[in-house]
């Protein structure tokens, strides 16, 4: 036995680490996994915590995109209340996107403001894109050394007159940039020509919406994105993949070397067009959720890896801007909140297709981390940072939205049965309370 004392150990049945779920002792020490015994060692900790034999201790959940929106429209989220939601749901480190927020992280003094609101509220880490606008090339090399994770664009209206979107050929020019130091592009990929020539989305019904964001308007945009980064050489992701039609062609671009990575978003995989009622914007989101046929693709691709990984892009508004009274989808706010839900809704989906725990983890935490080059994230592994939540995947509940961290109770998953709770959550070590702060500003290659 061991005489050397941890910090902490936790002890149980469950638990999941890169060689799969096992009876183990963990040991943390400064915030660190520093052991991994047999359980029956008995590593000998300052706390010791014993797991629920309905418990699986897995590591914390990297959620690389997240609309935080402070400052600047902090009544849509802030940091207090998405980080808090954030850890409810077994999140320890989130990426915030670039925009939403006023000013809009395209330039090293917006990125230090966006610091300075965040540092004292934070629960959980947070770490930052910087976003690629017309103009702000210069910006770019200084954002990157200031520690953003990569650079965020859109080839159409992002929806925030202060975010302005890159045509194809700009968007390559700035690719050729970010490949000088390595960077990474993540692209909002609808093309805005093939979305000019769709019906108009007028009204309540959610198929005149659909119809309004054809799948060709990814697929088209999708392509340039795949080609601009065959030219150029730098990494490209996809984000919030909705359009199954693309997967072909995003299998053929990975089989030919291009640096290519896609992700899609527990809406895009839980839900279906066919069963959104009239009225009901808050389904609305940009890519849309389409239909049963294309969800069921969506899952192949990410058994087969054409799809990398699944974040929530939540994307969250004040209940006015979702316009509750008309239900009208083209004035509604296009934005899905699932912060806190995610683990449980794709575990809830993934369980009924015979699809293990550790393949969903490995969708949420790894494979975003290895996105965003988080090197002591995503693992519970040894060196790793000790961020674990608590899971009981058998216990189920009913999602009652005044009863989420989010800051407005408005989500499509209200009312729905889910399976897998999240008990408990720590950050390096520690539970998250919900009442002190201990989340860090994390940036590229460190704290």
Request: glycine residues 10%; contains cysteine; hydrophobic residues 40%.
């Amino acid at each position: 036995m061991s005489e050397e004392r941890f910090d902490l150990v936790i002890r149980g049945r469950r638990i999941l680490t890169t060689a799969g779920i096992a009876p183990r002792e963990v040991g943390v020490r400064n915030g660190r996994i520093v052991a991994l015994e047999p359980l029956g060692n008995g590593l000998a900790g300052s706390e010791v915590i014993e797991l629920a034999d309905d418990e699986t201790l897995l590591p914390g959940l990297v959620d690389t995109h997240v609309h935080v929106n402070e400052p600047g429209r902090t009544e849509w989220e802030g940091f207090a209340s998405a980080t808090r939601a954030a850890a409810a749901g077994g999140v320890t480190t989130i990426i915030d996107m670039p925009l939403n927020s006023v000013p809009p992280t395209t330039t090293v003094e917006n990125l230090k403001l966006k610091r300075e609101v965040a540092e004292d509220q934070a629960f959980i880490d947070v770490g930052f894109w910087g976003g690629a606008i017309p103009g702000n090339k210069a910006d770019l090399r200084p954002l990157h050394d200031e520690g953003v994770f990569g650079f965020k664009c859109f080839l159409l209206h992002s929806g925030v007159d202060e975010f302005p979107h890159l045509d194809a050929d700009e968007m390559e020019e700035d690719m050729a940039e970010l490949k000088s130091f390595d960077s990474l592009m993540i692209v909002h990929a609808e093309d805005s020509h093939a979305i000019d020539r769709a019906p108009h989305p007028g009204g309540d019904h959610y198929s005149t919406f659909l119809a309004s964001r054809p799948r060709g308007a990814e697929n088209k945009a999708i392509a340039e994105v795949i080609e601009r980064a065959r030219w150029t050489g730098a990494r490209a992701h996809i984000l919030h993949l909705s359009s199954s039609d693309a997967l072909p062609m995003i299998a053929s671009a990975k089989r030919d070397g291009v640096k290519l990575t896609v992700e899609t978003c527990p809406h895009y995989l839980t839900l279906m067009a066919e069963e959104i009622p009239d009225g009901a914007t808050a389904y609305k989101c940009c890519p849309p959720i389409r239909e049963a046929s294309n969800r069921e693709l969506l899952w192949e691709g990410l058994q087969d890896g054409t799809i990398d990984c699944i974040v929530s892009d939540h994307s969250p508004s004040t209940l006015d801007l979702k316009d509750l009274e008309n239900g009208d989808f083209a004035v509604a706010w296009g934005g899905v909140s699932s912060l806190q839900l995610g683990l449980s809704l794709i575990w809830t989906e993934a369980r009924q297709r015979g699809i293990p725990l550790e393949q969903v983890v490995s969708w949420m935490a790894e494979k975003p981390a290895n996105l965003a080059r988080l090197g002591n994230k995503g693992q519970l592994a040894l060196g790793y940072d000790a961020d674990f939540a608590v899971f009981a995947p058998d216990e189920a509940f009913v999602v009652d939205v005044s009863k989420l961290k989010h800051k407005n109770p408005i989500t499509p998953y209200d009312g729905k049965a889910l399976s897998g709770v999240v008990r408990k959550t720590f950050l390096r070590g520690a539970v998250v309370d919900g009442q002190t702060p201990t989340g860090k500003l994390i940036r590229r290659g460190g704290v």
